[in-house]
């Protein structure tokens, strides 16, 4: 199992997260390896998550590649980074795509938590 097929199994057996409980929308994640692509559709309501496996409609498109959508499943790359530097791409809802970022796990390291150059 990838890093990525595990990260959305998480989200499967998790089923809630009370950090999106004002949130109502969908997000599709085209997974691009190659000439394969792999679609998984996360829908959010109040809280409630279902994820699924396909190409339906989503308020939010992120398109990304496989090497880039397993380093965020470690934790060890930050979407936003991985935006700003044109790695993932968004169509639809921003901001939506941004709240999704919290769902990725975080790398620990020292850097993260202490000092004033955090990853500038």
Do not use: Y
């Not at 992120?62 to 968004?90: C, D, F, H, K, P």
């Not at 921003?94 to 990853?119: E, H, K, M, N, V």
Request: with cysteine.
């Amino acid at each position: 199992m990838t890093a990525t097929s595990a990260f959305f199994e998480r989200l499967t057996v998790a089923g809630q997260d009370p950090r999106f409980s004002k949130v109502c929308g969908s997000v599709r994640f085209d997974i691009r390896d190659g000439g394969h692509l792999e679609q998984w559709l996360l829908e959010i309501d109040h809280g409630r998550m279902r994820v699924t496996r396909g190409a339906d409609p989503a308020t939010t498109v992120i398109m990304v590649s496989a090497q880039v959508a397993e380093a965020m499943a470690r934790g060890e790359v930050n979407g936003l980074a991985a935006i700003t530097r044109g790695e993932i791409l968004v169509d639809g809802d921003l901001g939506l795509a941004l709240r999704i970022g919290r769902l990725f796990p975080r790398a620990p390291g020292p850097s993260r938590s202490s000092g004033p150059d955090r990853g500038a």
